[in-house]
T-cell receptor, first 114, second 107 residues
Framework: DAGVTQTPRHEVAEKGQTIILKCEPV?????LFWYRQTKIQGLELLSY????????DGGAFKDRFKAEMLNSSFSTLKIQPTEPKDSAVYLC????????????FGPGTRLTVL | GDKVKQSPSALSLQEGTNSALRCNFS?????VQWFLQNPRGSLMNLFY???GTKENGRLKSAFDSKESYSTLHIRDAQLEDSGTYFC?????????FGTGTKLQVVP
């Protein structure tokens, strides 16, 4: 079975650009999470979907970050416009249902904003 | 201030020994999670806890919601246990991570 896949693995953007990161959860999983990891801020939850419904939108990230679940097997995270402080590893995870079930993480997308 | 504090921040363990990691939080957590990020950067779920304890092989975790802390005990540490351990305190859909404990297991 395929795990969580994320594309691209690396992205370099100029300040002010729009970038879209993609995630395919494990087939059959109902919950999908987007996280950001930086050396300074550590791990932060950006968005949480349950059965395609947005449950948590990570308040602090609302203005330039938008996560969508277009169908049960595909999600995107759009950052518009990008800023240098957005440079981070963006991780996607999925679980069967709720936190009681193990989360499976993707390999992450390393974003560098110049 | 930090809502989720982990201690120690770094730890070196001899193979075969035991240790405990701690996570204190200042939010009213209903559940706690523990994750391991290996040296290559891959993250994996270790535990998801409601108040109480869970055990999985050489790992055991406890969550005390009244005292707002959680612990992760590692028994008979192995080289492959090396990495950074994160705890996350959850309150509803709100989730806050600690800054991690970097563990190195040495022969």
């Amino acid at each position: 079975d395929a795990g969580v896949t994320q594309t691209p693995r690396h992205e370099v953007a100029e300040k002010g650009q729009t970038i879209i990161l993609k995630c395919e959860p494990v087939s059959g999983h109902n919950d999908l999470f987007w996280y950001r990891q930086t050396k300074i801020q550590g791990l932060e939850l950006l968005s949480y979907f349950r059965s395609k419904s947005l449950m948590e939108d990570g308040g602090a990230f609302k203005d330039r970050f938008k996560a969508e679940m277009l169908n049960s097997s595909f999600s995107t995270l759009k950052i518009q416009p990008t800023e240098p402080k957005d440079s981070a590893v963006y991780l996607c995870a999925s679980s069967l249902r709720g936190g009681a079930y193990e989360q499976y993480f993707g390999p992450g997308t390393r974003l560098t904003v110049l | 201030g930090d809502k989720v504090k982990q201690s120690p921040s770094a730890l070196s363990l001899q193979e075969g020994t035991n240790s405990a990691l701690r996570c204190n939080f200042s939010i009213a957590a209903t559940t706690v999670q523990w994750f391991l990020q290996n040296p290559r950067g891959s993250l994996m779920n270790l535990f998801y806890l409601v108040p109480g304890t869970k055990e999985n092989g050489r790992l055991k975790s406890a969550f005390d919601s009244k005292e707002s802390y959680s612990t992760l005990h590692i028994r008979d540490a192995q080289l492959e246990d090396s990495g950074t351990y994160f705890c996350a305190a959850n309150s509803g859909t709100y989730q806050r991570f600690g800054t991690g404990t970097k563990l190195q297991v040495v022969p």
